[in-house]
C-alpha cells in the first residue's frame, strides 16, 4: 500500500478519510490547517477508504494530558476492507519512525476496553505492537505509551480528565470540530433537547487552551448527566432521547 501525506499545500483537494461530504468536510480540514502549524502529521491509505493516521507533538494535543516530549496520536483508524492487510502497522511504523527522528521520548495514544469505542484504539492491538499502561481514567478511558527512550517518564491525565465530573444537572456536552460528525449531529441533538424539554448545554471548544481543560479524556465529543461522564461516543437525535428516557 502506498500513503499521501496531507498538508496545508494538498488539503483542499485531497480526500481525508473520516470525512461526509460537503460543509462537514470544511470544517474538518478547517481545523486540520489550524493543527499543520502546531505540528500536526496526518497520513492516509493511496487507495480511497478508511486508513490513515494522525499524530501531533503532545504539548499541543487537543487532549488533558502532561507528555512533555511525546508524539500524540489523534487517530489511527483502518476499516472495512481495509482491515487485515497490515495498514495499521504501516502506520504505526510512520509515526514512531517520525518520533525516533525527532528523539521524541515516545509515543501515546488514548485507549479503551471492550467492544470499538470512538476515537479510542484497541489496547491489544497496542499490547502487541510494546505499547504500556501509563494512566487511567476514573471512565474507564486509557493512556497508552511507547516508550522510545530508556528513561521517559510515562505521561498522565490531568486531573481534570483522570476524574472526569461537571457541575449542575441534565445534560453538557464538550466538542470540538476535530471529528466532522460533531457539526452534523450536535445542533440535530441540540434541536431535539429543545423540542422536547430536556436540559442540554453544548460548549464548542475552539482552542487547544480550553481542550487541553476539559474534564474529560476525550475532548472530541465528551457528554455528561448530572455531572457525570456518560459517553464519549457522538449521539444522533434518536440515541440521545434514548439516552435521555424518552420514547419517540
Known amino acids: 500500500m502506498n500513503y499521501i501525506q496531507i498538508t496545508k499545500e494538498n488539503i483542499d483537494k485531497e480526500h481525508i478519510c473520516c470525512a461526509m461530504s460537503g460543509k462537514q468536510s470544511l470544517v474538518k480540514k478547517e481545523w486540520l490547517k489550524q493543527q499543520f502549524d502546531e505540528g500536526l502529521v496526518f497520513y492516509r491509505s493511496a487507495e480511497r477508504g478508511k486508513c490513515f493516521i494522525e499524530y501531533i507533538p503532545a ?7 502532561e507528555a512533555d516530549g511525546y508524539l500524540y ?3 489511527l483508524w483502518v476499516s472495512g476492507s481495509m482491515k487485515g492487510h497490515g495498514y495499521s502497522t504501516d502506520l504505526l511504523n510512520k509515526c514512531i519512525c517520525d518520533a525516533k527522528t525527532q528523539s521524541k521520548k515516545g509515543i ?6 471492550g467492544r470499538k469505542r470512538e476515537f479510542l484504539a484497541d ?6 505492537k510494546g505499547f504500556l499502561l501509563a494512566d487511567t481514567s476514573d471512565c474507564g ?6 516508550p522510545l527512550m530508556v528513561d521517559a517518564k510515562p505521561p498522565k491525565f490531568k486531573d481534570c480528565a483522570k476524574h472526569p465530573k461537571t457541575d449542575g444537572e441534565g445534560f453538557v456536552l464538550y466538542y470540538s470540530d476535530q471529528c466532522p460528525f460533531t457539526y452534523y449531529w450536535v ?3 441540540e434541536e431535539t433537547a429543545k423540542e422536547y424539554n430536556i436540559l442540554l448545554k453544548t460548549i464548542h471548544i475552539t482552542t487547544k487552551e480550553a481542550a487541553q481543560n476539559v474534564p474529560a479524556p476525550v475532548t472530541t465529543y465528551a457528554l455528561f448527566r448530572d455531572g457525570e461522564f456518560v459517553t ?3 449521539q444522533s437525535d434518536k440515541k440521545f432521547l434514548k439516552l435521555a428516557g424518552i420514547k419517540k
Not at 501515546?108 to 476496553?113: E, N, V, Y
Not at 489496547?123 to 502487541?128: D, I
Not at 478511558?141 to 511507547?146: A, D, G
Open 187 to 189: 445542533p440535530r441533538v
Open 108 to 113: 501515546c495514544i488514548l485507549c479503551a476496553d
Open 73 to 75: 496520536i489523534n487517530c
Open 232 to 234: 464519549q461516543g457522538i
Open 123 to 128: 489496547p491489544k492491538f497496542l499490547a502487541h
Open 59 to 65: 504539548e499541543n494535543a487537543w487532549v488533558p494530558i
Open 141 to 146: 478511558i486509557t493512556l497508552q505509551y511507547l
